[in-house]
């Protein structure tokens, strides 16, 4: 996000002479800390507290980027939406969200689950797997979306055979029965929709004992993370994923770090001590010496200086783009071939979503609005309304592809351990 906003704040075409401020907090996925930000925000930072008719707000934020899981969202939204204050999040797909009785200023950059949930039917459709379990996360996320893919598997005809449910944080005991339920069962296939963080805490537990070999589909939280290659039962895994991306000029930003500049930052130290193991501080830790400036980002390998596969990141980055053209649509008017912004203009935060047209706005965040970052244009139709894509995108942990459920076989992926390849070869097997 920061690097979005210099690349804002340093743009001539858009909020030329205006530069953004920010405050960035970190939710620890937490909702009682998500909720304390969001009232911290909408108070804002004025020192003085205003009586009467003359309070002011010049310290109220005027948008927020997040929250990055929906039931953070949610709280956020019943807060700042009572203060007009619009809110774009990057990651939280609940279908509830979209409704705009209930969050008239929440928006986000990545679709509703309602989409992933129709696609991931049809794909287990597709392949002719009638008898599946069904998985999910029992949050906000995890329940709404299996409860829209279930309505999307009764209409394709598939039958299941269990529902099962939990948190991360509940006792081992209901992880236990949840792990029983799917090696005992008859289903070969697993429809799993289940946040990150709660599907490494099911496949601890199923580690300890391997089931049978199921045939995993995945929700877009898991399904792309690196980190579940290291459980050989979960290999083959597909399912729906957001379009990885590249946003030139990003790599060469994160690199621009010095130990200097490093330790000004707690979380930069944590970050630069462990990946050269070594210490900024003056007395270092055990097994680590002091950092003499030879460190070198450049020849560090992981996850930090790998940017050519970015998609969350993607989606913050277009959420920080469309709050700034919101902005630049309040202040900024076309005068003799000349963008010129309003600077003294006092902007309220409800002004920010209401557009020209009745309202309505097209926004196109492709490569020549977003300084060429986008993969491929985003579009948000309505009021600011969730954004919409024609296909899905098969995923599993080695990448993904386009896939459109409309044509016949179109542009199927086949590295998902040949699937399709061993219905077509012996079509009374289920799944393996």
Same mark, same amino acid.
């Given at each position: 996000m920061i690097f979005a906003i210099e690349e804002i704040n340093n743009s001539t075409e858009l909020l030329p002479g205006i530069k953004l401020g920010y405050e960035i907090h970190d939710s620890c996925a937490s909702v009682p800390v998500a909720v304390h930000v969001a009232f911290q925000l909408s108070n804002g930072q004025d020192p003085v507290f205003y009586k009467g008719s003359n309070c002011s707000q010049s310290g109220v934020v005027m948008a927020a980027v997040g929250e990055s899981g929906s039931t953070p969202s949610i709280s956020m939204s019943r807060i700042m939406g009572s203060f007009n204050i619009p809110q774009v999040s990057h990651y939280a797909t609940c279908a509830c969200l979209s409704d705009k009785q209930q969050y008239p200023k929440f928006f986000r950059t990545i679709p509703s689950d309602q989409?992933?949930? +129709?696609?991931?039917? !049809?794909l287990v459709k597709y392949f002719g797997w009638t008898w599946i379990g069904a998985v999910h996360s029992d949050s906000d996320y995890g329940n709404s979306g299996m409860a829209s893919f279930l309505d999307a598997a009764l209409r394709e005809g598939i039958c299941v055979e269990y529902i099962e449910s939990y948190f991360r944080t509940d006792p081992s005991s209901k992880i236990q029965r949840v792990a029983d339920a799917i090696r005992r069962s008859t289903a070969m296939v697993v429809v799993a929709f289940i946040a990150s963080g709660d599907m490494r805490v099911l496949l601890e537990e199923l580690a300890r004992d391997p089931p049978p070999p199921r045939q995993w589909i995945g929700s877009e939280s898991w399904v792309t993370d690196t980190f579940m290659v290291k459980y050989r039962f979960c290999a083959g895994a597909i399912g729906v994923a957001i379009p990885q991306?590249?946003?030139?000029?990003?790599? @060469?930003? /994160?690199l621009d770090l010095s130990p200097s500049g490093v330790a000004a930052s707690t979380l930069l130290t944590e970050f630069w001590e462990d990946a050269f193991n070594c210490s900024l501080r003056k007395s270092p830790g055990v097994n680590k010496g /002091?950092? +003499?400036g030879t460190e +070198? /980002? !450049?020849?560090? %390998?992981?996850?930090y200086t790998e940017t050519s596969q970015l998609r969350v990141t993607n989606m913050v980055y277009k959420a920080a783009y469309a709050i700034a053209h919101a902005f630049h649509n309040a202040l900024c008017k076309e005068i003799n071939g000349t963008t010129q912004c309003d600077k003294l203009i006092k902007l309220d935060a409800n002004q920010v979503t209401e557009w020209p047209v009745g309202g309505q706005v097209e926004l196109e965040l492709g490569p020549s609005s977003t300084g060429g970052g986008s993969s491929g244009p985003w579009t948000a139709g309505g009021t600011w309304g969730d954004p919409v894509r024609s296909s899905a995108r098969l995923g599993n942990t080695k990448g993904a592809s386009e896939w459109d459920p409309s044509r016949e076989g179109g542009d199927l992926t &086949? @590295?998902?351990?040949?699937? &399709? %390849?061993?219905? %077509?070869? @012996?079509? %009374? &097997?289920?799944a393996t």
């Amino acid at each position: 996000m920061i690097f979005a906003i210099e690349e804002i704040n340093n743009s001539t075409e858009l909020l030329p002479g205006i530069k953004l401020g920010y405050e960035i907090h970190d939710s620890c996925a937490s909702v009682p800390v998500a909720v304390h930000v969001a009232f911290q925000l909408s108070n804002g930072q004025d020192p003085v507290f205003y009586k009467g008719s003359n309070c002011s707000q010049s310290g109220v934020v005027m948008a927020a980027v997040g929250e990055s899981g929906s039931t953070p969202s949610i709280s956020m939204s019943r807060i700042m939406g009572s203060f007009n204050i619009p809110q774009v999040s990057h990651y939280a797909t609940c279908a509830c969200l979209s409704d705009k009785q209930q969050y008239p200023k929440f928006f986000r950059t990545i679709p509703s689950d309602q989409f992933q949930a +129709d696609a991931l039917a !049809k794909l287990v459709k597709y392949f002719g797997w009638t008898w599946i379990g069904a998985v999910h996360s029992d949050s906000d996320y995890g329940n709404s979306g299996m409860a829209s893919f279930l309505d999307a598997a009764l209409r394709e005809g598939i039958c299941v055979e269990y529902i099962e449910s939990y948190f991360r944080t509940d006792p081992s005991s209901k992880i236990q029965r949840v792990a029983d339920a799917i090696r005992r069962s008859t289903a070969m296939v697993v429809v799993a929709f289940i946040a990150s963080g709660d599907m490494r805490v099911l496949l601890e537990e199923l580690a300890r004992d391997p089931p049978p070999p199921r045939q995993w589909i995945g929700s877009e939280s898991w399904v792309t993370d690196t980190f579940m290659v290291k459980y050989r039962f979960c290999a083959g895994a597909i399912g729906v994923a957001i379009p990885q991306s590249v946003i030139p000029g990003l790599r @060469d930003f /994160l690199l621009d770090l010095s130990p200097s500049g490093v330790a000004a930052s707690t979380l930069l130290t944590e970050f630069w001590e462990d990946a050269f193991n070594c210490s900024l501080r003056k007395s270092p830790g055990v097994n680590k010496g /002091l950092c +003499d400036g030879t460190e +070198d /980002l !450049k020849r560090l %390998e992981n996850p930090y200086t790998e940017t050519s596969q970015l998609r969350v990141t993607n989606m913050v980055y277009k959420a920080a783009y469309a709050i700034a053209h919101a902005f630049h649509n309040a202040l900024c008017k076309e005068i003799n071939g000349t963008t010129q912004c309003d600077k003294l203009i006092k902007l309220d935060a409800n002004q920010v979503t209401e557009w020209p047209v009745g309202g309505q706005v097209e926004l196109e965040l492709g490569p020549s609005s977003t300084g060429g970052g986008s993969s491929g244009p985003w579009t948000a139709g309505g009021t600011w309304g969730d954004p919409v894509r024609s296909s899905a995108r098969l995923g599993n942990t080695k990448g993904a592809s386009e896939w459109d459920p409309s044509r016949e076989g179109g542009d199927l992926t &086949r @590295d998902a351990l040949g699937t &399709r %390849e061993r219905l %077509e070869q @012996d079509p %009374e &097997r289920e799944a393996t």
